[in-house]
């Protein structure tokens, strides 16, 4: 009884992996337990249920998105960390191959699609609505459904850990080696399929946020006065609605070729390994700008704001996001010249990589400008995106030799490459999110972080950040190739990976610093009872912080770009009295309700992609049947919105001191 | 703010030093020993140099606006809120990154062209490199015989190496002689490189292909015209003729140590090696 439990323990669970399992079992378990007890301790089930699980309000789902994203910085950070552990000395024994494979896939996955992407999406989703002064996305119940389905998907991809294993043909899945000959294992289909599910939910807000964007605009806002953080979302959603489809359907031959025996990219029987690394780079190379253009919208509403000065070269900026987007399906051969598609095609993608470079430019410079003959002041949220320019440049450049096709020959796959990509995503992707948080932190939650512990966060991970990259570019001029898992002494590496090492702690450190400053000033909130604690230059300054359920107690007029700083600073009239709300023209407000279905859809998602996992159809077909049915009973639901009334928008106005 | 900047110092101070310390001479890219890894490396510096002109420029424009126009208390200087642009400005900053670019793409194209041919005029060696799970297999069709996870060649000499692969992609890269190109399934490749003098350069995969991905490691020996054509004679005349075993061991997914074969059996059979998948490390 007990020798076949343990059996299946070695199965499904991997027990006979050793202690590093176990206490993770235990302090899953734990953890878990944890939060049940707390919760039922202080009788928030209800509170869970009816405010968060089944809410569809844009703020509160931002929230948990970048709740979520915090979790999975944590998650992705720890195996950073453990990589950075294994590669401190030569030789190291810490790691075996076959954990190390796993540790650096886990890395590059989380941190791409489960920590940048839904950061990104929380913050579209807390500051586009109340930017172009609306109430709400325009299909706030699909917005919803995608948050659960990211957030499922991400369970799912997180427990292959412990049950059956990581997946470990690294974050790029190259076939044939991901495919089903010399990957026997589930981990790669835990991969697959929680890509292809949190995928679904991606493309849904993409179309969410085009649709919201081009619909839902306050009265006078032309596409040309939107906020520039509004531009990079809207360039974004369609740069998803192109390219994330390709990625669905690319994990989808995968999925094929693993659980039902086709051959898309097998090696004998016609199949085309090679097509892999074509299908994923074209949606690959896009996503690289999915995830850095709305950390250059977030830029621009900061050091605009914060230089207390307008945007330099709006209409520029505005061109050069759309070719950026426009470049950014035309480049993906260059993440493999070394495949040796021939000169001509080698020469055409160095030409249009290398164009890319213009339109950053322009951006890059457009932002010095902002500041000059401003008013700069140095918040935490302005020296995030200050240093996004001088750590960003460098990876942006090495991004441009990289394209050098002949010269890519010697970077390609070494610690060069690792370094420049990490360059542009932290220094691009990071930096802008945590810029974010720190400015639309009062609007979420009615008070700012702290100053003080959040410059020194930014110090201490801005600094290790340096030094755990930099060696890096050294590194690969020096041979040492990304994914080996130990290196031998003698090359000379020891002393640039000591050094990665120690700044992988001080970025952890970082990180912990500024989970301390979020933890510090919920206990000890700095109130900003004005909504508009930066002297902001766009709507969502216009309302009270947090900002209440309905958002606009009455829907502004945008008379041109910055329009809150047009109504606070109206040109040869005297300001007119901006925060106080005209009673007279309060009407009802009609809102969507709350739904459990979204919930209820993404939680049989993630049964049926257990089971497809584990090839248990019995467990995958129902739990799809599941949510066709979900699917098929929200085409027949009529009551779903309800409204406000003008008492109660009144009273929580008058509360805010807004009339 | 003093303390940062003194920290700051330090670090750069230290990562410099040891850098120093661990050796310039071991940035290999840098220290090229053939045709092939210096033509690489002039468009490495060429491109470096002309990456340096846009970070200085920004990096002064950075510090100027950080220092001139940073708020302060009664400050006077020139504020101008609704400054939005300047049409000069922006066509410069359009106009001078494209020239760089046209700088840049020249050499690079020209440079692209020239590596798919042979990088000297003198006879070239064939060698077939195939990467099997996980080590390097180098045949030498015009000799017959063939050496494992090791390869000889001659110096002054440019080489074809012919890339070929049994099971997932793997990349042959030789960083002193030049970069690297995929060994891939079913899809013969070349890649020219050149050894200018006799000597010892390491070779490695660089691209990740599994568990023993880190073990395809390989030297690669440069020898003179007579001292490599004397090593020809010596393989053909003293070392073993590949059984079948041998085959099969090295057409399965395992690491061995280096061998030397007087003859080859040409590869047959499906391409994938994992049907006899075991694992064993070099020393087992």
Redesign the interface.
Known sequence: MLHSLLQLGDKYFMWNEGPMIWTSDVLIVLTSLGIIGVLTYLKRWNWLWKEWLTTVDHKKIGIMYIIAAFAMFFRGGMDGLIIRAQLAVPNNQFLN??HY?QVFTTHGTIMILFMAMPFIIGLMNIAVPLQIGARDVAFPYLNALSFWLFFFAALLFNISFVIGGSPD??WTS?A??AGP??DTGVGENYYLISLQITGIGTIATGINFLVTILKMRAPGMTLMKMPMFTWSILVTSIIIIFAFPVLTVTLALLMFDRLFGAQFF???HGGL??MWANLFWIWGHPEVYIVILPAFGVFSEVVSTF??????????MVVSMVAIAILSFTTWVHH?F???A??SV??FF??ST??I??PT??K???W??T????????TTSMLWA?AF??NF??GG??G??LA???????Y???YFLVAHFHYVLIAGTVFGVFSGLYYWWPKMFGHILNEKIGKWAF?IFM?SF??TF??MY?L????M???????PAG??????NM?ETIGALGMGLGFVVMVYDIVYSIRHPEKDLTGDPWDGRTLEWSIPSPAPEYNFAVIPEVKGIDAYWMMKHPKGQEPEPTKAVDKSKIRPIHMPNNSYRPFIISVAFFVAGFGFIWQWYWLGIPGLIVVVIGLFLRSFEYDDEHFISTEEIVQTETAAGRL | MQFLRKRWRAVLIFALSTLMLSGCGKIVVLNPQGPVATEELHLITWSFGLMMIVVVAVFALFAFMLIKYRAKKGSKIDYQPEQEGNRLLETVWTVVPILIIIALIIPTIKTTYALVKPPSTGTPVVIKAVSANWKWMFQYPGQGIETVNYVVIPANRPIEFQLDAIGPMNSLWIPALGGQEYSMPGMLMRLWLQADHPGTYVGRSANFSGRGFVHMVFNVIAKSPSDYATWVQKVKTTAPAMTMADYQKLTAQNVVHTMTFSHYIKFFGPRNNSMNALYRAPNS
């Not at chain 1, 050098?404 to 010697?410: E, G, H, L």
């Not at chain 1, 690969?476 to 041979?479: D, I, K, Q, V």
């Not at chain 1, 090359?491 to 640039?496: C, I, Q, S, T």
Request: proline residues 6%.
């Open positions: 191959a076959e494979d043909a690294g190259y044939p080696l000959f010399y097998s090696v004998t390994p090679m230089s207390h000065k307008r945007l330099f070269g709006y209409k520029a493999f070394t495949m040796g021939g000169a080698n020469s160095s030409f290398m164009l470079a213009v430019g322009v890059m410079f457009n010095l400008f500041m000059y003959k401003g008013r700069i002041q140095f200050l320019i001088p440049l460098i450049l090495t441009v030799m050098v096709a002949p010269a890519d020959y010697q390609h796959n070494s110090w600094i340096n030094m930099m060696p050294f690969g001029l020096m041979g190739t990304r994914r080996m898992y130990t290196y090359l000379g590496w020891g002393p640039l050094i």
